[in-house]
């Protein structure tokens, strides 16, 4: 497995869809920021990944200290830090807060639609978030920017998700069991599509851990450290596995990710360990072995300078 399908699978993403705006211009709507959008949308989430997707029409996506960016039909706007932003039909007008919006309108057991705006041009957006564990997901949030753009159809390359989502949003507006689901499958599936193609673009000079993930010694390096976190890993055996000289290793780790090949291993022996005590029955000394402790004390130690608790405590939530 590849090193971003690993943190892929160690972050566990979970997506729904929870607003269907329907917007006649002049239109403008404030959406909730960071730990707002958490209260409101998910209350046990610590972190939410904010994305919009234009299914008619087109729009503004203002945030502060860059460009509006315009987005029409079939591109998804995506806010992995979930950075306060408005949505408009014109960047100028000033916006009318989106739970305000919400309250107004009763939404049953279906997706929440708000209707809102003037009567001019229409613009249907499809509203949603991923939860996950900023802990976890550290390494790829901090290489990702505060706004990413990405089509979702032909001519994005994408010839077969937009049909996709085209039926996933009419049947979530249907009270057929399952519809919400078939749509937050579909949005955890359209940002991996948004990470890749941002990967895809990054220049040549960049650094950060998504950016390594195009050279190809740190890229099996990350890998081979993703597989095996348990094995006793030195620098010398990651340049022989790898195929590479220590040197080479240890530069490529300072390049892109500015430490040490050992002190990244710990990072991720830990990012392991915190997942398997949430989602297993193991024991710690269990965990502490599969990632690399012989020692449970010495795990545990690890453990509570990674994430300020120690294993038991973290279990419990």
Excluded at 114 to 126: L, T, Y
Excluded at 127 to 133: I, K, R, T, V, W
Excluded at 276 to 291: C, G, P, T, Y
Aim: aromatic residues 6%; charged residues 20%; hydrophobic residues 45%.
């Amino acid at each position: 497995m590849d090193a971003l399908s690993a943190l892929l699978g160690l972050i566990r993403l979970q997506g729904a869809v929870f607003l269907s705006g329907e917007f006649t211009a002049p239109w403008s709507v404030v959406t909730p920021e960071g730990a707002d959008a958490c209260r409101m949308l998910m209350p046990t989430a610590e972190h939410l990944i904010l994305f919009h997707l234009v299914v008619e029409g087109r729009c503004e996506v203002i945030i502060a200290d860059a460009p509006p960016q315009r987005v029409q039909a079939y591109q998804a706007v995506i806010l992995p830090r979930g950075t306060p932003h408005r949505l408009a039909s014109q960047a100028a007008l000033a916006g009318r807060r989106i739970s305000e919006l919400m309250q107004a309108e009763a939404c049953g057991d279906r997706l929440h639609v708000v209707r809102h705006g003037g009567g001019g041009e229409a613009c249907r957006i499809q509203c949603g978030f991923l939860s996950c564990d900023p802990r976890m997901a550290a390494p790829l949030l901090d290489s990702l920017p505060d706004l990413l753009v990405v089509s979702l159809d032909a001519d994005g390359g994408l010839p077969w998700l937009a049909p996709m989502l085209e039926y996933a949003v009419s049947d979530a507006a249907s009270p057929r069991p399952g519809a919400g689901a078939v749509l937050a499958r579909l949005s955890e599936l359209m940002f991996v599509e948004a990470v890749r193609r941002h990967l895809e673009s990054l220049p040549p000079d960049r650094s950060g851990w998504l950016a390594g993930l195009r050279d190809r010694v740190l890229a099996r390096a990350l890998t081979v450290l993703h597989q095996d976190p348990g094995r006793d890993w030195t620098v010398a055996m990651l340049a022989t596995e790898v195929g590479a000289s220590r040197s080479v290793i240890n530069q490529r780790f300072a390049d892109f990710l500015g430490r040490a090949p050992m002190d990244y291993l710990t990072q991720w022996r830990m990012q392991v360990a915190a997942q398997r005590l949430r989602d297993s029955r193991d024991s710690v000394a269990q965990i502490a072995d599969a990632v690399g402790y012989r020692s449970v004390a010495a795990f545990s130690r690890a453990f509570k300078r990674a994430f300020d608790t120690p294993p038991a405590r973290w279990r419990r939530g």
